[in-house]
């Protein structure tokens, strides 16, 4: 049975789809209410897999008018609010900070906020100063809030066709049964089929879509397929590893909506040979 979860007002799965990456913002300003709603939001949100020390920020950034935003190497218009996040660096930092920054965004969606995942375009000093940022800490990725502009900037038209934003990998490419030799089909998924569909159309950086997932009888199992070559992008944060914490994020969440028990451990998985450039991550397991 599906519940609509207690986080959001719209069940999860819906977020998840009619959440998009916007690079250009209209005048309009955020109401007070919705920054009220996502700093309770951020105050209460649940606990990420790993348990990493995570706090988050909604930053006037100051800018007035429809021009680029500074820092933002011009690929975002408009935008005064931004919401930026320190994680405590650690073993699995960005996949906790994924997990977490996910859930804001989707609650942003909620509130009919336009938003887009930014760690490569980004100057992180201004939002450094913004958080207080500590030693021991890292600003993973920040985001713009607020209302799209009716169309597109042709700088969010180009970075969305270089990347071919809209379309997915299909499920053969991401979700296999028993091991890597055997692709898993929607139609056998079973109660898997909704929190697996929230992985696939999730945000990734530059939509490479890491994420691979084996069922067996042991549980889900997650691991990451790296793109070669891809931790050369940024040097700030693993961009892959935040991907993956995002992947997370919507498995749980549509899971735990549709009422399917479970937790993340680390286990014996039972799958013997992986792919090229692939390690594991965490399971599901019920
Ligand atoms: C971890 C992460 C980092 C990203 N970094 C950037 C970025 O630096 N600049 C940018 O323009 N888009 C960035 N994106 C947005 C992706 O390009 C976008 O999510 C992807 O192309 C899919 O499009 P969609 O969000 O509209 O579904 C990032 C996304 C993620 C998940």
């Not at 998840?16 to 690079?23: L, Y």
């Not at 069922?215 to 891809?230: C, I, K, T, W």
Request: aromatic fraction near 10%; proline fraction near 7%.
């Amino acid at each position: 049975m599906t519940e609509k979860s207690p986080l959001f007002d719209t069940p999860v799965a819906g977020l998840v789809k009619a959440r998009r990456s916007f690079r250009s913002y209209a005048q309009n300003p955020v109401e007070k209410e919705k920054l009220a709603a996502l700093e309770s939001f951020i105050q209460n949100l649940p606990p990420a897999p790993f348990g990493t020390p995570v706090r988050f920020a909604l930053c006037d950034m100051g800018h007035n008018g429809p021009g680029r935003i500074p820092g933002t190497y011009g690929m975002i218009k408009g935008a005064r609010w931004f919401l930026a996040g320190a994680a405590k660096n650690s073993h699995r930092d960005m996949e906790d900070f994924g997990w977490l920054f996910e859930c804001i965004i989707l609650r942003c969606t909620d509130l009919m906020l336009d938003t887009c995942w930014m760690g490569a375009t980004i100057n992180r000093g201004p939002f450094a100063q913004k958080l207080n940022l500590k030693p021991d800490e890292t600003i993973p990725a920040v985001s713009p809030l607020g209302y799209r502009t009716k169309r597109r900037s042709l700088t969010d038209a180009v970075a969305r066709m270089s990347v071919r934003a809209t379309s997915r990998k299909p499920w053969q490419e991401l979700f296999f049964d028993g091991g890597f030799d055997a692709p898993l089909a929607e139609e056998s998924a079973g109660q898997w089929i909704a929190p697996l569909e929230s992985v696939r159309l999730g945000p990734s950086a530059t939509n490479r879509q890491p994420w691979r997932i084996v069922r067996n009888s042991n549980g889900v199992h997650f691991f990451l397929q790296r793109f070669p070559g891809y931790d050369k992008i940024t040097k700030s944060a693993d961009m892959q590893r935040i991907d993956m914490g995002i992947a997370l994020c919507h498995f749980e969440l549509v899971a735990r909506e549709a009422g399917l028990p479970g937790q993340w451990e680390t286990v014996a998985h039972g799958v013997d040979e992986l792919l090229p450039r692939t390690e594991y991550v965490v399971s599901w397991v019920f």
